[in-house]
């Protein structure tokens, strides 16, 4: 990464968007391995922070390498 400096701020750039939903997780996961009842809706919450997660992918990461980011 000491040739090419704009990834290690574009993975900056992205933990800052992705660590809120890191936290998030946790504690889902922690909340869906409790012994009482499965609440449905804690899976469907931790999928959703998965895709979140996913979708995001910094603009300078896509203008450097524009065959690696696809458009939604």
């Not at 290690?8 to 909340?31: C, D, G, K, M």
């Not at 469907?44 to 524009?66: D, E, Y």
């Given at each position: 990464?000491?040739d ?60 450097k ?8």
């Amino acid at each position: 990464m000491a040739d090419l400096p704009w990834i290690a701020e574009s993975i900056a750039l992205r933990n800052v968007q992705t660590n809120p939903l890191n936290v998030l997780q946790a504690e889902l996961l922690h909340r869906s391995r409790q012994p009482q009842q499965p609440d449905p809706y804690i899976k469907q919450a931790l999928m959703v922070t998965i895709a979140a997660g996913m979708r995001v992918i910094p603009t300078k990461f896509c203008q450097k390498q524009p065959n690696s980011c696809v458009s939604s």
